[in-house]
Nanobody
Framework: QVQLVESGGGLVQAGGSLRLSCAAS????????MGWFRQAPGKEREFVAH???????AYADSVKGRSTISRDNAKNTVYLQIDSLKPEDTAVYYC???????????WGQGTQVTVSS
């Protein structure tokens, strides 16, 4: 079955950086758009970034210019680097896989990112 496993979250001070990873199995990874989403306490889940099978990328305005999404198809892994972290980046970060456009079929269990001020 398909599994998406996120890692790399943790507690970091404002201004710091984190690199999140999402390892995928059970699917033909290179065929999928991979996305990162986040959900802060009391808020709805929101889009952070995605990368297509052809490595086209898109970012939410909230992280644009200080984050980079990338993928390694040989390792079936997608990454999200976020720099200049802010307390408002605190959330559970989820990766997801979409076979068609923004129709996300599979989701990971999430990794907690906490940014202290």
């Amino acid at each position: 079955q398909v599994q998406l496993v996120e890692s790399g979250g943790g507690l970091v001070q404002a201004g710091g950086s984190l690199r999140l990873s999402c390892a995928a199995s059970g699917l033909t990874f290179s065929y999928y758009r991979m996305g990162w989403f986040r959900q802060a306490p009391g808020k709805e889940r929101e889009f952070v970034a995605h990368i297509s099978w052809s490595a086209n990328t898109a970012y939410a305005d909230s992280v644009k210019g200080r984050s980079t999404i990338s993928r390694d198809n040989a390792k079936n892994t997608v990454y999200l680097q976020i720099d200049s972290l802010k307390p408002e980046d605190t959330a559970v970060y989820y990766c997801a896989a979409a076979r068609l456009a923004n129709n996300y079929d599979y989701w990971g269990q999430g990794t907690q990112v906490t940014v202290s001020s």
